[in-house]
């Protein structure tokens, strides 16, 4: 039961990085939102190095406790791990931005025949553009990025 408990906490984890991975980390996190995406990357990776280390030793015959060292090694580890993703990710850059919002454009240009949706897209640009910057959300960016019509466009995440 302890090995089956110890495989569902080292999945979990390995979720919670992949996740980290797909989505990405801000750079700054803003609000508690974000804080707590930076705080489940860093206990999913905490989950799946202490995971990974009790099953080899429960599969080897070794029952002795994690120790203080290896505790702390694991949590520098992981700090580590989330820092890295967090530089890594970084945000969407103002050229991703400008790519996304080109792309958008494009779109609406395509279904707008009287040329009011496209003005009006045209006059909140600036405030699209920081609000790319800010939110920082890449599966949007990509859904935005992979739409070919204006319907998948309106599909994709807010």
Known sequence: MKKLLTLIVVGW?????????????????HGGYQWGNV????????AVLLGTLSLWRGLSGDHAPIGNGTAL???????AATAGMMRR??????????????????LIAAKDRTGQ???RFDAQRSVLAAGCKGAGDARQRRCVLAATSFDELERCPQ
């Open 13 to 29: 984890g390995a979720f919670g990085i992949y996740r980290g991975f797909d989505v990405g980390l801000p750079a700054s996190p």
């Open 39 to 46: 705080a489940a990357f860093g206990v999913a990776v905490v």
């Open 73 to 79: 090694l694991v949590l520098v580890l992981a700090v």
């Open 89 to 106: 990710s970084g945000g969407i850059t103002a050229r991703e931005c400008a790519a996304a919002l080109d792309h958008m454009r494009e």
């Open 117 to 119: 949706m496209l003005a």
